[in-house]
T-cell receptor, first 113, second 111 residues
Framework: GENVEQHPSTLSVQEGDSAVIKCTYS??????FPWYKQELGKGPQLIIDIRSNVGEKKDQRIAVTLNKTAKHFSLHITETQPEDSAVYFC????????????FGTGTSLTVIP | NAGVTQTPKFRVLKTGQSMTLLCAQD?????MYWYRQDPGMGLRLIHY???????AKGEVPDGYNVSRLKKQNFLLGLESAAPSQTSVYFC??????????FGPGTRLTVL
């Protein structure tokens, strides 16, 4: 099955700086890559996603890039704010399973005011 | 809309006891999922359903059973709880498009 690795496990940045979280996947059949934000005591919430026919997607301060050849994708948060502090998860969904999602192990982001 | 709700929010069991976790969604989604979340391991899929009356195994199905008798409900059962099943359990649902909507979680402790 698919194997998703996520780095780093913890990340601290100063408010206003950028944060980058990287994930790799193993199954070339994966074609959908969502990113989730999880605040303490809550369920994960989708913040951005990208499909395999697109190399980059941006939504205000958040962007995701995908390199299918290298099988890696990254989350970029610019102008970080204290409310960005949370745990972030990447995931991959192979087209041949159709319905399953494989998650990375999470990155705990702390934005220091 | 309430979205995805989970019952109960917390539960403590003794080894060998059984229980059922209930997930309900009011968005008319076809797909529903049960995940467990353990420290340092992200979310792992236990079972999922692609529609009413269907279920399928995920990555870590052993020790769990599920049922989807109604489209809006997805039940996760533990027949004989073990300490290794101490975890936070999340339910999710999604329509035919890809976005998953997660519930608030159930924290289960097995002593």
């Amino acid at each position: 099955g698919e194997n998703v690795e996520q780095h780093p496990s913890t990340l601290s940045v100063q408010e206003g700086d950028s944060a980058v979280i990287k994930c790799t996947y193993s199954d070339s059949a994966s074609n959908y890559f969502p990113w989730y934000k999880q605040e303490l005591g809550k369920g994960p919430q989708l913040i951005i996603d990208i499909r395999s026919n697109v190399g980059e997607k941006k939504d205000q301060r958040i962007a995701v890039t995908l390199n299918k050849t290298a099988k890696h994708f990254s989350l970029h948060i610019t102008e970080t704010q204290p409310e960005d502090s949370a745990v972030y998860f990447c995931a991959a969904s192979p087209s041949n399973t159709g319905n399953q999602f494989y998650f990375g192990t999470g990155t705990s982001l702390t934005v220091i005011p | 809309n309430a979205g995805v709700t989970q019952t109960p929010k917390f539960r403590v069991l003794k080894t060998g006891q059984s229980m059922t976790l209930l997930c309900a969604q009011d968005m008319n989604h076809e797909y529903m999922y049960w995940y467990r979340q353990d420290p340092g391991m992200g979310l792992r899929l236990i079972h999922y359903s692609v529609g009413e009356g269907t279920t399928a195994k995920g990555e870590v199905p052993d020790g769990y059973n599920v049922s989807r008798l109604k489209k809006q409900n997805f039940l996760l059962g533990l027949e004989s709880a073990a300490p290794s099943q101490t975890s936070v359990y999340f339910c999710a649902s999604r329509p035919l498009a890809n976005e998953q909507f997660f519930g608030p979680g159930t924290r289960l402790t097995v002593l």
